[in-house]
């Protein structure tokens, strides 16, 4: 398998991905933002900064501009200078389909095309206005139905490999940083007035208790993780349970260790471990030093203080990957070169 494939099959996956999870992030904080007693601020600064955009939206709109709730959707949605926006993703989820049509599954191919034409119509623009919920849940469907597709039509060999991977890649990347923002901004909120002000106000105590378990669902409904979790605690909702639960759970296919589980075993199918003369080598050892560095975390006693410094580790190794992953497998340049178009 030629590098120009395997590097469009690797960007094709991670778009899609992208797509699917900026339009579930963006669902759930709208949501948040009518019931919970935050700050706009504090509601839709965390959907930027999760993007990794905070320094261009800023640049453009305003160190203020992220109480503006509306600006900040349809800059994450149809702003064409936002690389991480919904209108950016799934174009250049359709560009990569494109260009390797011969690869590609004819059902995966249609539901990429018909997701970047329907965000670039004027339907889309009219239910954005009418109905935020729909949007989002139209623009979910379809990337989460491409994304199935793509694993039930393609042959289980290197191409489907090269777009898993890079889902599993970018799914680390967006639970970890989505986690991270997210359990900083939470347990940083204020103790319940009851405490804070020497007051014995028990209404106001669990008003602020029901407050802060709907912030937690909220993080889980942001990783699709609500339903599993519920499940697996018998509703019992804490920050050590859905911390541990986003980091360690096995079984839950957006958990930090799943996909670098998943990941690193996508990565032995396409570079055996055993093969020490192909390219790769490099990857595939830090991806399963990651993974084991995971496996290792999950069976320590849980230290809440911890979650800021193990998740920035996670989030800076799935960088250093995904870039060594580019130089021995996709045909990237030193990393002092530019990048090339797929990956911006």
């Known amino acids: 398998m030629i590098s120009r494939v395997a590097d469009h099959c690797f960007w094709f996956g991670r778009y899609i991905e992208r797509t699917e999870s900026v339009a579930r992030i963006l669902a759930v904080t709208q949501n948040l933002a009518l019931d919970a007693e935050l700050s706009p601020t504090q509601c839709w600064m965390p959907v930027v900064i999760v993007a990794g955009q905070k320094e261009h939206f800023t640049a453009r709109h305003g160190e203020e501009a992220a109480a503006d709730g509306e600006l900040v959707q349809r800059y994450m949605s149809f702003d064409e200078d936002n690389p991480t926006s919904l209108c950016r993703s799934s174009s250049a989820a359709r560009w990569n389909a494109r260009s390797i049509r011969e690869v590609v599954s004819v059902e995966a191919w249609e539901t990429a095309n018909e997701l970047h034409l329907w965000m670039g119509s004027e339907e889309a623009r009219e239910e954005f206005r009418a109905s935020r919920y729909a949007f989002y849940r139209r623009a979910r469907q379809l990337a989460q139905l491409c994304l199935g597709l793509t694993q039930s039509t393609m042959l289980h060999d290197t191409p489907l490999d090269f777009i898993w991977l890079?889902?599993?890649?970018?799914?680390?990347?967006?639970?970890?940083?989505?986690?991270?923002?997210?359990?900083?901004?939470?347990?940083?909120?204020?103790?319940?007035?009851?405490?804070?002000?020497?007051?014995?106000?028990?209404?106001?105590?669990?008003?602020?208790?029901?407050?802060?378990?709907?912030?937690?669902?909220?993080?889980?409904?942001?990783?699709?993780?609500?339903?599993?979790?519920?499940?697996?605690?018998?509703?019992?909702?804490?920050?050590?349970?859905?911390?541990?639960?986003?980091?360690?759970?096995?079984?839950f296919p957006r958990s930090i260790r799943h996909c670098v589980h998943a990941a690193f075993a996508r990565l032995c199918e396409i570079r055996p471990p055993e093969s020490a003369t192909l390219p790769g080598g490099e990857s595939l050892e830090r991806l399963h030093l990651l993974h084991q560095w995971v496996a290792d975390r999950a069976v320590e006693p849980f230290d809440p203080l911890s979650v800021h410094a193990a998740l920035t580790h996670v989030v800076d190794e799935t960088a250093t990957i995904c870039d060594g992953i580019g130089r021995e497998l996709l045909g990237y340049g030193p990393p002092d070169s530019n990048p090339p178009a797929t990956s911006q």
């Not at 986690?179 to 106000?201: F, I, K, N, R, Y």
């Not at 912030?215 to 804490?238: D, T």
């Open 166 to 251: 890079g889902v599993l890649m970018e799914r680390v990347g967006q639970t970890a940083r989505t986690l991270d923002v997210h359990h900083h901004a939470l347990t940083q909120l204020e103790p319940p007035l009851s405490e804070s002000s020497g007051q014995a106000q028990g209404g106001v105590r669990r008003r602020h208790r029901v407050v802060e378990t709907a912030l937690w669902l909220s993080l889980l409904r942001a990783c699709s993780g609500f339903e599993p979790f519920m499940k697996l605690n018998q509703g019992q909702v804490s920050p050590q349970a859905v911390a541990q639960f986003l980091l360690f759970e096995p079984r």
